[in-house]
Antibody, heavy 123, light 112 residues
Framework: EVHLVESGGDLVQPGGSLRLSCTAS????????MSWVRQAPGKGPEWVAN????????YYVDSVKGRFTISRDNAKNSQYLQMNSLRAEDTAVYYC????????????????WGQGTLVTVSS | EIVMTQSPLSLPVTPGEPASISCRSS???????????LDWYLQKPGQSPQLLIY???NRASGVPDRFSGSGSGTDFTLIISRVEAEDVGIYYC?????????FGQGTKLEIK
């Protein structure tokens, strides 16, 4: 069974930094693209960033480019989101999401979401 | 950025009756290999989103067959043939043809 456990969410002041972690189990982590998706209170989901199975490609939504960095450690079955220069509008539940299987023939992401960790940016 | 537009935003349904949700993309989600990069998710109250349909019309593992998806390059539909009480929540379409992947605004299904 797939398990994704996020951690690191906290209350942080505007301009501050935070590092989110996600530990995965139940699947071959090193075969999968991984992503972070956030959901502000009362709003719909917003895709934030993803990273290729080998870490060789990374993509970001424009609003976080230059401030957030996605990374992974396949030896630890973990991915991370380093968030700098945080703003009030970054307040959201951040979900760790399993995406594309690099070994699959059909290009379906078949996303599986963790339970999320809350990031609150406020003074 | 591809813009996703859902309708309706609110959907009251009587149990046992069908329900239909529309999703329109600002550009075609059909790639050169014929795949339609459109997923449907359901977020039940207090839970994270769960995958219902991938590549426009394929039911995810464990999803009841009362859920079906269809569509062309820009117009997609999720149909629930007979709504049950457990189907309440917010339904989102999402495109993953190109980054940034984007979601529709969501359709809140409630039981009458």
């Amino acid at each position: 069974e797939v398990h994704l456990v996020e951690s690191g969410g906290d209350l942080v002041q505007p301009g501050g930094s935070l590092r989110l972690s996600c530990t995965a189990s139940g699947f071959t982590f090193s075969n999968h693209w991984m992503s972070w998706v956030r959901q502000a209170p009362g709003k719909g989901p917003e895709w934030v960033a993803n990273i290729k199975h080998d870490g060789g490609e990374r993509y970001y939504v424009d609003s976080v480019k230059g401030r957030f960095t996605i990374s992974r450690d396949n030896a630890k079955n973990s991915q991370y989101l380093q968030m700098n220069s945080l703003r009030a509008e970054d307040t959201a539940v951040y979900y760790c999401v399993k995406e594309w299987d690099s070994t699959a023939i059909i290009p379906a992401a078949k996303r599986y979401w963790g339970q999320g960790t809350l990031v609150t940016v406020s003074s | 950025e591809i813009v996703m537009t859902q309708s309706p935003l609110s959907l009251p349904v009587t149990p046992g009756e069908p329900a239909s949700i529309s999703c329109r993309s600002s550009q075609s989600l059909l790639n050169s290999n014929g795949y339609k990069f459109l997923d449907w998710y359901l977020q039940k109250p207090g839970q994270s989103p769960q995958l219902l349909i991938y590549l426009g019309s394929n039911r995810a593992s464990g999803v009841p067959d009362r859920f079906s998806g269809s569509g062309s390059g820009t117009d997609f539909t999720l149909i629930i043939s007979r709504v049950e009480a457990e189907d309440v929540g917010i339904y989102y379409c999402m495109q993953d043809l190109q980054t940034p992947y984007t979601f529709g605004q969501g359709t809140k299904l409630e039981i009458k």
